[in-house]
Nanobody
Framework: QVQLVESGGGLVQAGASLRLSCAAS????????MGWFRQAPGKEREFVAA????????WYAESVKGRFTISRDNARNTMYLQMNSLKPEDTAIYYC????????????????WGQGTQVTVSS
């Protein structure tokens, strides 16, 4: 089992920045990569960004490219999502997830999920 705990959400104004963290623990030695997803009210959970376990490869949704940066601190087993130039449409619950699969984009490839952290961006 792998446990994931997110932190760092909050309420900010448009244009502001936030950094989300996701601490991983447990049997992480087989994990291939991790990712961030988000879910707004009435919408499906969507891919935001993903990173390989080594941190050497990253992927981003088009809607966040150039504004969000995903990273990992291997020593701390922690993943981050730096979110800059936030927009009201970024408002959602953000979830971190971990996968054994080498396919980073689909939520169905992720076995473990955190509890989610709310990000609200006011206009």
């Amino acid at each position: 089992q792998v446990q994931l705990v997110e932190s760092g959400g909050g309420l900010v104004q448009a244009g502001a920045s936030l950094r989300l963290s996701c601490a991983a623990s447990g049997r992480t030695f087989s994990i291939s990569g991790m990712g961030w997803f988000r879910q707004a009210p009435g919408k499906e959970r969507e891919f935001v960004a993903a990173i390989s376990w080594s941190g050497g490869r990253t992927w981003y949704a088009e809607s966040v490219k150039g504004r969000f940066t995903i990273s990992r601190d291997n020593a701390r087993n922690t993943m981050y999502l730096q979110m800059n130039s936030l927009k009201p449409e970024d408002t959602a619950i953000y979830y971190c997830a971990a996968r054994y699969s080498v396919k980073p984009l689909s939520r169905y490839e992720y076995e473990y999920w955190g509890q989610g952290t709310q990000v609200t961006v006011s206009s």
